[in-house]
């Protein structure tokens, strides 16, 4: 257990495999004590410099890397995309060497192209690149807060602590995903993540928001949104992404929440320890209604304060393990 | 004798092989009641004492002399744990990773709080629990109780309560454990 098992990056939940995302967890527990006291921070990645590359609008997931930086005592620079030299044409290659140049350790990428951060990775030279969001690619992080968040809710519920369940409180749990799949980033890290750690994973969406082809996808898919509530452990919302023209995809909003929404009266359908997650922003009155949200087993807000954690466990994986350079 | 697994010991896991015991495990109590009794002889009491374990090897030795100290003075101490990787000065030298959660359990301002530890050698993990601590409040004192000083230090830091000065070699390792105090080396796995 003392050597980190992660890896340069982190692009995708598959560089992490079930070791590595097992760690993760374990590593945020820790981090999740610094959050609870009265100043937290650490000093652990001092004089180290991270740098939030978003070409894609966010807050949460913006803000939640950038605090995970600074409580671990990095300084963050921020490049927003409107205020910078992409406006003037730069390219993508041309702003992160420019970035690297300035002797930065760690690249945080949004981009609206599946793979951007990959081509990052492939230009850098020392810098390590973590993906906060890529087109309809992955979220990884988003994943990991979920799969945090669940388990911290399992352990809850258990009397137990958290890093007692390890990861074995995954296998066999089951996992819908609802909403538009097709579309979302989110979807494919939580399909990766879960399964990693066991979990059996189902889907249900419109055909329309399903993605063209399933193979090789280790889910199932259910049918009828009903019947597979009452057989879920975990329920993972989705918004439906309307800038990514998913609005197109269904014949109106009214008759997708009438079918694939998580309305007050389906919600009854829920199994009593079912644990509902949306990796937000979420749209009230669509994929789920508002007193939905608002009920115990909705996670959202709990989802938020953990990703902070589970951000600063990944930077500290990254940029602590041996061989990252040390600037002294 | 046994062999045994340390897994997580730094920088890397290993296989401890002992070539010599030093202490028994009835030494080892018998120590750890001697540094017991000194810590209420050397506060006059035990009022505003808190014990806190560095993780992991201090961590066994701190409850139990928790149990010792309630037995002398028949009062609770209250007992945390302090794991300090975030704090260490060799990260990104080697791997530093958290072995278990913080756990402090009570606002330790103005309390007189006894570091217990299993060995102590460079001083560098102390350092790292000084500075951690430093984050949950501002202790009255900071004592140092460690089963074993083995020297070596790297820094300007030595134990109040000692249950045997050890002489070593750098390369040696010095094992803690229920069966007492070993010293051998590390063997890779």
Known sequence: ?????????????????????????????????????????????????????????????????????KRLSADVVSLALASSSVKKGESLRDTVETVEAMGIDAVIVR????????????????????????????????????CFTVRQVLAERAGVSPLSLGTECFAGLRVLIVGDIAHSRVARSQVLAYHALGARVALCAPGSLLPPSLEGWPVTVAGDLDDALGDADVVSLLRLQAERGSGAFVPSLREYTARYGLTARRAAHLSKDAVVTHPGPMVRGVEIASEVADLPAAVVTRQVANGVAVRMAVLFLLLGAPGAEVPR | MAERERSH????????????????????????????????????????????????????????????????????????????????????????????VTDIPCDIT????????????????????????????????????????????????????????????????????????????????
């Open chain 2, 9 to 100: 010991t730094r920088p890397l896991g290993g296989v401890f092989v002992p070539h010599s015991q030093v202490l028994s495990a009835a030494d080892v109590q018998r120590a750890l009641t001697r540094m017991a009794h000194e810590v209420v002889e050397r506060n006059g009491g035990l009022d505003d004492v808190v014990l806190i374990g560095l993780q992991t090897g201090g961590v066994p030795l701190a409850l139990r002399m928790a149990e010792l100290l309630s037995d002398v003075e028949g009062e609770a101490v209250p007992v945390g744990t302090l794991d300090v990787a975030f704090y260490r000065d060799d990260i990104g030298l080697r791997p530093v990773l958290p072995e278990a």
């Open chain 2, 110 to 189: 103005s309390k007189l709080v006894v570091l217990v530890d299993d060995v102590l050698f460079t001083g560098r993990t102390v350092r790292a629990a000084l500075n951690a601590l430093s984050d949950y409040g501002r202790a009255r004192v900071v004592q140092l109780a460690v089963m074993v000083d083995r020297g070596h230090r790297e820094l300007p830091i030595r134990p109040d309560f000692v249950g045997k000065n050890l002489p070593t070699r750098r390369d040696e390792m010095v094992d803690v454990s229920d069966d007492g105090v070993a010293i051998g080396r590390l063997e890779a796995r």
């Open chain 1, 1 to 69: 257990m003392s050597e980190p098992t992660a890896g340069r990056h982190l692009l995708s939940i598959a560089d992490l495999g079930p070791d590595g995302i097992a760690e993760v967890l374990r590593v945020a527990e820790s981090f999740a004590e610094v959050e609870r006291r009265a100043i937290p921070k650490v000093p652990t990645l001092r004089g180290r410099v991270v740098a939030t590359l978003f070409f894609e609008e966010s807050t949460r997931t913006r803000i939640s890397f950038e605090t995970a930086a």
């Open chain 1, 111 to 146: 981009h609206g192209a599946a793979g951007a951060p990959q081509r990052v990775a492939g230009w850098v030279e020392r810098a390590h690149v973590i993906n906060a969001g890529d087109g309809w690619h992955e979220h990884p992080t988003q994943a990991l807060l979920d």
